[in-house]
């Protein structure tokens, strides 16, 4: 089995900045790729940011030039350093990554969430 466990979420004002953290542990081979996606209140679960494990990045539009995605492969820990954030960017902010784990089988696993709110 393998666990995401997400931290740095908190109330932010606009034009703040927080870096979350998504730890992976558990029987892990290899991570593939690792990625952070978020869910605002009656709104569907999208995609912010992502990156591979050969570091190539993928944004949302609506946070490029704000949000930097990266990640510590031997620590399998993804980070997100959020700038410049907006009261649009309050939601719970999940981590997922693509891992293939022990027995060579590959699997899709999120974390819990950590809240994320921007508000004055």
């Known amino acids: 089995q393998v666990q995401l466990v997400e931290s740095g979420g908190a109330l932010v004002q606009p034009g703040g900045s927080l870096r979350l953290s998504c730890a992976a542990s558990g029987s892990i081979i290899s991570i593939r790729a690792m990625g952070w996606y978020r869910q605002a209140p009656g709104k569907q679960r999208e995609l912010v940011a992502t990156?591979?494990?050969?570091?190539?990045?993928n944004y949302a539009d609506s946070v490029k030039g704000r949000f930097t995605i990266s990640r510590a492969n031997a620590k399998n820990t993804v980070y997100l350093q959020m700038n410049s954030l907006k009261p649009e960017d309050t939601a719970v902010y999940y981590c997922n990554a693509a891992v293939i784990s022990g027995g060579w089988e590959f699997g899709n696993y999120w974390g819990q969430g950590t809240q994320v709110t921007v508000s004055s």
């Open positions: 990156i591979t494990i050969y570091n190539s990045t």
